[in-house]
């Protein structure tokens, strides 16, 4: 019998374990936020885009679906790991995990999986439904890619911090629906903040998923609000910073040994 340690046998059980989880409970995870990001484009852009000049040289039904994309990643990658974190420390079975021969960052990139594979598979699908539907193009692939492997990590990581610290179920939905989900409309989901005038326009620059929605929107459309330079920053700036929040709470194992 072989028993030479297999240091990638337990992240790779981790990882496969959340992608299952996604999947074995698709209609929540995966096909309502599709739904409603769908019917947002077929409402806002189809019904009323007509009625709507061109933003930046866009129709405004191509112009929404960056922004649409971007905000249903965000929230997919931080609901999964928000809930699966803190349903695994509510029921003790992250025990088993803490005890397996994994290394903290083995463990932290484990969840961090699950996340990004359901904010992958959200946006994918939004992306290959709204792209004949609108005729939105690609500009800058490379750049998109960056955007979401940036986007996916910062937000599956913030999941994780927050799945941490909660003390019930309610706490994990309040950071979605009272900070993530206002703070992405007013980053200019639905319109360019250069309409607004002053002082809105300066006000939206201080949010910062407005610099994850305009990074986004680059990788798409080639256009963007602010600087791509100073979105991308800021955009890396948030995912690196929250991840490495997140890997700290696993490697000095705060709210997650009993």
């Known amino acids: 019998m072989n028993d030479t340690p297999r240091p990638w046998s337990g992240f790779a059980w981790l990882a496969a374990r959340e ?3 996604v999947l074995k409970l698709w209609s929540q995870t995966t096909l309502a936020p599709i739904v409603a990001s769908v019917l947002f484009i077929i409402v806002f ?3 009323l885009g007509t009625r709507i000049s061109e933003i930046q040289g866009f129709d405004y ?3 929404i679906v960056p922004g649409l994309v971007a905000m249903a990643m965000a929230q997919a990658a931080y609901s999964n790991n928000a809930s699966s974190i803190y349903q695994g420390r509510s029921d003790r079975y992250i025990d088993d ?3 397996a021969p994994m290394r903290s960052w083995q463990m932290n990139l484990g969840y961090l999986a699950g996340g990004v594979f359901r904010a992958l598979i959200i946006g994918g699908a939004i992306t290959a439904i709204a792209a004949p539907l609108t005729g939105t ?3 800058n692939p490379l750049l998109l890619i960056l955007a979401v492997v940036l986007l996916t990590i910062g937000f599956g990581s913030l999941g994780t911090v927050v799945g941490i610290f909660a003390d019930s179920f309610d706490h994990t939905s ?3 629906n009272i900070v993530i989900l206002p703070l992405v409309f007013l980053g200019g989901v639905f ?3 250069d309409r607004l005038g002053t002082p809105w326009e300066q006000i939206s620059h201080v949010n910062p998923l407005f610099y994850v929605v305009n990074a986004v929107r680059y990788g798409f459309l080639g256009i963007s609000d602010a600087s791509p330079l100073l979105s991308f920053g800021i955009l890396a700036a948030i995912a690196l910073g929250l991840l490495a929040w997140s890997q700290y709470l696993f490697a000095t194992g705060r709210k997650l040994k009993a």
């Open 19 to 21: 992608c299952h989880r």
């Open 137 to 139: 193009p690609i500009e």
């Open 97 to 99: 995990v803490l005890a």
């Open 174 to 176: 309040f950071i979605n």
């Open 45 to 47: 852009g189809l019904s």
């Open 191 to 193: 319109y360019s903040v």
């Open 61 to 63: 039904r191509v112009f």
